[in-house]
């Protein structure tokens, strides 16, 4: 087998895997979140559209272009080059030598077109803020994609030329992804500082360059010894990135979640299980705190919806966003009630499937709680002490009981037929 032929075969793979993952993620009820999700955005950027257009313009052009090029830093950010390249290489493959350029290029190449389409898309969403605080023509617009097109790609043939010591930075100890996105975001701010088309000559010169500085150093690869532990210690970063984001939302047999006593909660998870008297609500108030591959569900979702509140003032905004975070919850958590039936211990007991659902309502219903009370004690930030803010709770405790006492026997009723018709 050529290393071409490897290449592809492990691309293959990947994208298999990719697919498979795809498909657990996008089932019907997380693409009813997505599309609510989308809905909400699309609202929540027209709304700021229209605020910002009532405001002095000539007092918000900086706050404007600095917000526009911190976003655009982290979309700058995302991605890594697809090495593909796994540790017994190093031992069988090694010998192969100067083949392997081709092989980590081409994988270059192909990685950086998802980060410039995701740059790009990003960006068309920020210039209707920037053209209202600056004055710049179509032609600039187009010029300034073209330069986060080409920066983007010299982003990742320095990352790859860092396998040969010709990265910029130190001998064996090249720039990581963060200083290049720190340098970008230097550059593009110093471009926007100055009035245009000057401060697209600095961006292009600055670009033009690297470029060169790219050029030179592609001709010098074959003088230079390939750093192939630095290219298997980046391929396992770029793997282990993908799959940690892929475990947000399914389960990943790469990844091993741990459980954490967290003592801290002992005396906060003994008075709840006096409030739920059965061994499965015992194992479950302890799975949804103290595993992490559950309660990192519960928590990142309570998180990532508390930052969005923040962004809005509007009750049927913050109404739509805690319902998608109650039913993120409980869509991703609800598989629980069936995690502990072929244990051993528990197979000893007699089991009831209508105890089981009811333990299980118990305890979302403190978990919605603990949820609610966050959202509750962000959106008075907002908000202040009003009854905007009392209605917001209201309609939060409404929603999630009907997740508890609605969705949660469907769910069960779903899996019964299932379990019969097998």
């Known amino acids: 087998m050529t290393l071409a032929q490897l290449w592809q075969k492990r691309l293959s793979h990947f994208l298999n895997e990719l697919g498979k993952y795809g ?18 955005g699309a609202f929540f950027y027209q709304d700021q559209l229209v605020k910002l257009q009532a405001m002095d313009l000539a007092t918000l052009k900086w706050p404007v272009l600095l917000s526009a090029s911190l976003v655009l830093a982290l ?3 995302l991605g890594r080059p697809l090495l593909l390249t796994l540790d017994p290489d190093k031992s ?15 994988g270059t190449i192909l990685a950086v077109v998802l980060p410039i389409i995701l740059l790009l898309v990003m960006y068309a969403l920020m210039s209707p803020f920037i053209s209202l605080v600056t004055a710049w023509s179509d032609g600039v617009f187009i010029a300034y994609a073209v330069c986060l097109v080409w920066a983007k790609l010299i982003n990742f043939l320095l990352m790859y030329l860092n396998i040969f010591d010709l990265g910029l930075g130190k001998v064996e100890k090249p720039l990581k992804q963060g200083h290049h996105t720190l340098a970008f975001v230097l550059v593009l701010l110093v471009s926007f500082a100055f009035s245009q088309p000057i401060g697209l000559i600095f961006m292009s010169v600055v670009l033009v360059l690297l470029t060169a500085y790219v050029g030179w150093a ?16 980046q391929e396992e970063i770029r793997t282990a990135t993908f799959y940690k984001w892929i475990a947000i939302f399914a389960d990943v047999p790469h990844l091993v979640p741990s459980v954490k006593r967290r003592q801290y909660l002992d005396g906060l998870l003994e008075k709840l299980s006096d409030k739920l008297p059965n061994r499965e609500s015992y194992m479950y108030i302890r799975m949804l705190f103290r595993h992490t591959a559950y309660s990192g569900v519960w ?8 930052l969005l509140l923040v962004l809005v003032d509007q009750l049927w905004m913050a109404a739509a966003l805690g319902f998608i975070g109650h039913l993120l919850t409980v869509v991703q958590l609800v598989p629980l009630i069936h995690y502990y039936d072929a244990h051993p211990f528990q197979m000893l007991y ?5 105890n089981q659902y009811q333990a299980f309502q118990k305890t979302m219903l403190i978990i919605f709680f603990v949820q609610t009370l966050v959202y509750a004690l962000v959106w008075v930030l907002v908000q ?14 409404i929603l999630a009981l009907l997740l508890i006492y609605i969705y949660i026997p469907a769910w069960s009723r779903k899996q019964a037929k299932k379990i019969n018709r097998f």
């Open 23 to 40: 498909r657990l993620i996008f089932n019907d009820h997380f693409s009813i979140i997505l599309f609510m999700m989308l809905g909400f």
């Open 75 to 77: 979309f700058f950010h």
């Open 92 to 106: 069988y493959l090694f010998a192969r030598g100067k083949e392997w350029q081709a092989y980590w290029l081409k």
């Open 218 to 233: 592609m001709t010098r690869r074959e003088q230079q010894l390939m750093q192939f532990n630095y290219v298997i210690e």
């Open 299 to 306: 928590i990142r979702v309570m998180i990532f919806i508390a």
């Open 350 to 354: 007699p089991i009831k499937m209508s």
């Open 384 to 397: 202040g002490f009003s009854l905007t803010w009392l209605t917001a709770i209201g309609i939060w405790l």
